[in-house]
T-cell receptor
Framework: QKEVEQNSGPLSVPEGAIASLNCTYS??????FFWYRQYSGKSPELIMS????GDKEDGRFTAQLNKASQYVSLLIRDSQPSDSATYLC???????????FGTGTRLKVLA | SAVISQKPSRDICQRGTSLTIQCQVD?????MFWYRQQPGQSLTLIAT?????????ESGFVIDKFPISRPNLTFSTLTVSNMSPEDSSIYLC??????????????FGPGTRLTVL
């Protein structure tokens, strides 16, 4: 069973700090990775996608991918209370044409 | 990205009845997916719906219980048949949008919150 694993949290950080969310995956065939934010009672909203090793930055968000270690992370700089949500990591494998989602990490940004 | 709508947004149904959920997207897409998300849980893929072919169901999900239609490139329906309280969940449709030049990406509709009494 191919898996994407995340710490369920909650991860609590003070306002203005950097929040670091981590994800590991078991399928070496996974090619693309995604971070979604999901507020309570809402559907997942795409934040970042990444498919090359290294860092990808978009505003306050940086996604990092290390395919050798099978590790994906999301950094949120200058965290705001509005960033408090569950963050879902997903990997995509073209061979099976499946997106596999982790169970999500709940982030709490404390004002 | 894409604008995706789902109807109904929520419903309360009686045991043994069926509910059809509609998913409409504002552009033509090849791949559409149906997920279920139970309270506090992550997403579970029910099936992949390609236009012009039978839906592909994941392990644990069968066509008799969750029939899917995909009549064109902008629309799909998921029916939850002969419902029981265990079917109470949020049902989400999603579409895959081709990336240009970045990777293809999946976007979600707002979801349908189903409660079965």
């Amino acid at each position: 069973q191919k898996e994407v694993e995340q710490n369920s949290g909650p991860l609590s950080v003070p306002e203005g700090a950097i929040a670091s969310l981590n994800c590991t995956y078991s399928d070496r065939g996974s090619q693309s990775f995604f971070w979604y934010r999901q507020y309570s009672g809402k559907s997942p909203e795409l934040i970042m996608s990444i498919y090359s090793n290294g860092d990808k930055e978009d505003g306050r968000f940086t996604a990092q991918l290390n395919k050798a270690s099978q590790y994906v992370s999301l950094l949120i700089r200058d965290s705001q209370p509005s960033d408090s949500a569950t963050y879902l990591c997903a990997g995509f494998t073209s061979g099976t044409y499946k997106y596999i989602f982790g169970t999500g990490t709940r982030l709490k940004v404390l004002a | 990205s894409a604008v995706i709508s789902q109807k109904p947004s929520r419903d309360i149904c009686q045991r043994g009845t069926s509910l059809t959920i509609q998913c409409q997207v504002d552009s033509q897409v090849t791949m559409m997916f149906w997920y279920r998300q139970q309270p506090g849980q992550s997403l579970t893929l029910i099936a992949t719906a390609n236009q012009g072919s039978e839906a592909t169901y994941e392990s644990g999900f069968v066509i008799d219980k969750f029939p899917i239609s995909r009549p064109n490139l902008t629309f799909s329906t998921l029916t939850v048949s002969n419902m029981s309280p265990e079917d109470s969940s949020i049902y989400l449709c999603s579409v895959e949008i081709a990336g240009n030049p970045s990777t293809d990406t999946q976007y979600f509709g707002p979801g349908t919150r189903l409660t079965v009494l």
